[in-house]
């Protein structure tokens, strides 16, 4: 994550000027309600990144070799504190955002988190209804956090976990983190009824694609969702390759070898998993057995339903994972900027949203991709 400072507030944020004494007939009127972008996509889900720092080196997230010991992670002043991130939540609710996922780095590693979640778990969407709230975490403080998560009024986890082997696991956090501590991690969580808990596998092949069969064996039948994502080409730093994308078709395959598996419906608008039951000996859905997902960023784009925002650590609004340029709110919530002008901005903004990257990626030169200039997924949350 060399370059980080990102060119900011372009000109859909004019409508920021101070209101002058007379009304400016070119002022564009201000943008409240439910929004959609260019390409007809609502805005529905905001991710929230509360940190950029881990305490795990993924070598497809945080490479060792960028983020070493002297990396420059962000300095504390430069974050959103937790009432400005609660501020502009509420402004994205105001357009129609029904679901908040704090991310990182590792969300848990921000001090106090549960304070924040508190804040947030006393919103309402504009239909007065809870939000969904829910985090994604490596899972390694898990165990130690669980109850407290979920007394602040947290939904839900999802929890990172790329193999069941002790050994592949540590390999792939590279910081020797025994798997033993996420399962451990896991179990607080269902025991402190942060469910349905899902647990996200990103599948490299030559690496860890061994671990499919034993984690799908693992987690059948426990009402945890396993989900196995396709490794993807994000950030600018873990040299990804397409031929080390394993397809979801493929992973559907390896498992159909060992557990019977029947496709199922989708469970919500711009959901991104794939769904799949497992099958009882008659070869219908059993619900105790459970399900899985196969999330295939690369191989089957789903951008036409994207219906996703980005907020970075120092409050930079993402209109993609794989964008590589922000538009500064901080800027906005430490200026003198009213509640009604910032959500007018961020819904302009989300107007004027055409990214479907995934989508053009197939149609990119085979290495044009993998050398994309994006922002690092540990900075802006997967
Ligand atoms: S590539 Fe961007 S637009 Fe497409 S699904 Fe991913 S985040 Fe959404």
Not at 204 to 222: S, V
Not at 266 to 273: F, K, N, R, S, V
Request: include cysteine; hydrophobic fraction near 40%.
């Amino acid at each position: 994550m060399s370059e980080r400072v990102i060119p900011l507030l372009d000109h859909r944020s004019a409508a920021l000027a101070p209101p002058s004494s007379a009304p400016d007939p070119h002022t564009p009127a201000a943008i409240s309600g439910r929004v959609s972008d260019r390409l007809g996509r609502p805005l529905r889900d905001l991710r929230i990144s509360v940190t950029d720092r881990c305490n795990f080196r993924c070598t497809y997230c945080m490479p060792k070799e960028i983020f070493g010991k002297d990396h420059p992670f962000l300095p504390h002043a430069s974050l959103l504190t937790f009432e400005e991130i609660t501020r502009i939540a509420r402004l994205f609710i105001t357009h129609g955002v029904q679901k908040i996922r704090l991310t990182g780095g590792e969300p848990l590693l921000r001090k106090n988190i549960e304070v924040l979640i508190g804040q947030l778990a006393a919103l309402r969407t504009l239909d007065g209804k809870p939000l969904d709230l829910t985090l994604t975490t490596n899972g390694s403080i898990l165990a130690r956090k669980a109850k407290a998560l979920k007394a602040a009024g947290l939904q839900r986890v999802t929890v990172s976990l790329d193999g069941m082997d002790d050994a592949v696991f540590r390999s792939m956090n590279d910081v020797d983190f025994p798997v033993a501590d996420v399962l451990a991690g896991i179990e607080a969580a269902r025991a402190a009824g942060l469910g349905p808990i899902k647990v996200n596998m990103v599948v490299k092949r030559g690496t860890n694609e061994r671990e499919i069969l034993p984690m799908a064996r693992h987690f059948r039948g426990t009402g945890i969702v396993l989900r196995f994502i396709e490794y993807m080409d994000v950030g600018a730093t873990n040299g990804w390759r397409m031929d080390e994308v394993l397809p979801s078709s493929a992973v559907v395959q390896l498992l159909r070898t060992e557990l019977p598996l029947v496709p199922l419906e989708p469970t919500a608008p711009g959901e991104t998993a794939e769904r799949w039951g497992y099958a009882d000996a008659s070869g219908r859905h059993d619900p105790q057995l459970g399900e899985i997902g196969v999330i295939s960023s690369v191989t089957h784009a789903f951008c036409g339903s994207c219906n996703r925002a980005r907020l970075s650590t120092e409050g930079k609004l993402f209109l993609c994972l794989f964008a590589s340029r922000g538009y500064d709110l901080r800027g906005l919530l430490r200026g003198d900027a009213t509640d009604e002008e910032i959500a007018s901005t961020i819904g302009r903004i989300w107007q004027g949203r055409s990214d479907r990257y995934s989508e053009l990626r197939s149609t990119m030169a085979p290495d044009a991709a993998g050398g994309a200039r994006h922002i690092e997924m540990s900075y802006i949350g997967g």
